[in-house]
Structures are given as C-alpha cells and as structure tokens.
C-alpha cells in the first residue's frame, strides 16, 4: 500500500520542541510536493507546511511562521517538520500528505484535494 508513515508526536509542554518525520516506501516523496497538514478537534484540516518538489520552495501558515521548519531529505525518502516553540493551540493530529502533481507549496497546503497519499497521522499534545 502506498502511504507515508507519520512518527514523532507525542505529549510535550509549552514552549517545547517536536520533530515529525514522514517516510514512504514503495514510491518516491520528492515526486510532487509534500506538505504536513493538521487537524484539531471540531476543526477542519489546515496545511501547516509544504514544500514543492524541484526547487523546494516552502510554505508556512502564518500561525506557525517562524517556528516550524519542513525539510527534505531525498535519500532517505523522508520529509520532516520542526516545531519549536510549541503552544496549546499546535494540539492536532499532524497528518502527511504526498502529491504526484506539481503545484507550488502555498497552493498545494491550502487545496488539501490535491494529496494523492494520506499518512494516518500522529498526535501532538502539548499541555502542561
């Protein structure tokens, strides 16, 4: 089956830091843009973070600007995102999401229909 692994969440106080890690086997992750998206309870899925394939341009929502970083290692066929200066509000399961088509970063995080290949995803809580 086609689909990307989250990993790395987990319960972290304010003001910590996580590292998501998304890896694929069975195709390649840098074929289209990659993005992390979330999604809150009661709240609709966001795109937090893409980056588009070739140049590798990034996109960040403006509620996490400056503090998360998304970064692609093509030989390891992973992508990464990391969230530094984490707040109550980042709580969401962080979801993967792989595409086969070329968009730029920005528009590819906020048109989630464009994803191709949805990871489960992996919690994030962050609560003191």
């Known amino acids: 089956q086609l689909q990307p692994v989250e990993s790395g969440g987990g319960l972290v106080q304010p003001g910590g830091s996580l590292n998501l890690s998304c890896a694929a086997s069975?195709?390649?992750?840098?074929?289209?843009?990659i993005g992390w998206f979330r999604q809150a309870p009661g709240k609709e899925r966001e795109g937090v973070s893409c980056?588009?394939?070739?140049?590798?341009?990034?996109y960040y929502a403006d509620s996490v600007k400056g503090r998360f970083t998304i970064s692609r290692d093509n030989a390891k066929n992973t992508v990464y995102l990391q969230m530094n200066s984490l707040k109550p509000e980042d709580t969401a399961v962080y979801y993967c999401g792989a595409g086969r088509t070329v968009y730029t970063s920005a528009y590819y995080c906020h048109h989630s229909y464009a994803v191709n290949y949805w990871g489960k995803g992996t919690l994030v809580t962050v609560s003191s």
């Open positions: 069975g195709f390649t992750l840098n074929y289209g843009p």
């Open positions: 980056i588009s394939s070739g140049d590798g341009t990034t």
